[in-house]
C-alpha cells in the first residue's frame, strides 16, 4: 500500500490556478503534521506549508497568501489549493506526514514519516 499519493499537477500560464491533493493510506494517516513541499530542477527540496492536527497551519513566506492548505480529515486528505502561480513555482511537489508537536510543524521541518512520490507542476510565463 502506498503511504501518500499526490495529485493534480499540471501546465499552467503565469496567474493561473490548480489544487493539488495527497491521499493518505491508512499507515501514514493519523499522524499529527501534514505538509506540503516542492523541488524545483537544480535547487534544493523547500517546504512550503504544514497544517497540524489542531488546525494550525504555517507558510513559507515564497507562497503566502497565494497559497492554502487544508485538510479533509474524514478521507484523510491534505490539500493545497495554489493561485497566482509564477514560473519559479514550477518543480515538483509533495506531500509528507510525521507525529511531531506543534512547534515542529513548521515549513521547514522535513524529518517526514512517509512522503508521496510527487506531482510536477510547471508554470509557464
Known amino acids: 500500500q502506498v503511504p501518500l499519493v499526490e495529485s493534480g499537477g499540471g501546465s499552467v500560464q503565469t496567474g493561473g490556478s490548480l489544487r493539488l491533493s495527497c491521499v493518505a493510506s491508512?499507515?501514514?494517516?493519523?499522524?499529527?503534521?501534514w505538509g506540503w513541499f516542492r523541488k524545483a530542477e537544480g535547487k534544493e527540496r523547500e517546504g512550503i506549508a504544514k497544517?497540524?492536527?489542531?488546525?494550525?497551519?504555517r507558510y513559507a513566506a515564497a507562497v503566502r497568501g497565494r497559497f492554502t492548505i487544508s485538510q479533509d480529515n474524514a478521507r484523510n486528505t491534505l490539500y493545497l489549493q495554489m493561485n497566482n502561480l509564477k514560473p519559479e513555482d514550477s518543480g515538483m511537489y509533495y506531500c509528507?506526514?510525521?507525529?511531531?508537536?506543534?512547534?515542529?510543524?513548521?515549513?521547514?521541518?522535513?524529518?517526514?514519516?512517509?512522503w508521496g512520490k510527487g506531482t510536477l507542476v510547471t508554470v509557464s510565463s
Open positions: 509528507g506526514v510525521v507525529d511531531v508537536g506543534p512547534a515542529y510543524c513548521v515549513p521547514y521541518y522535513d524529518d517526514m514519516d512517509f
Open positions: 491508512e499507515d501514514a494517516a493519523g499522524k499529527s503534521c
Open positions: 497544517i497540524d492536527n489542531f488546525g494550525a497551519i
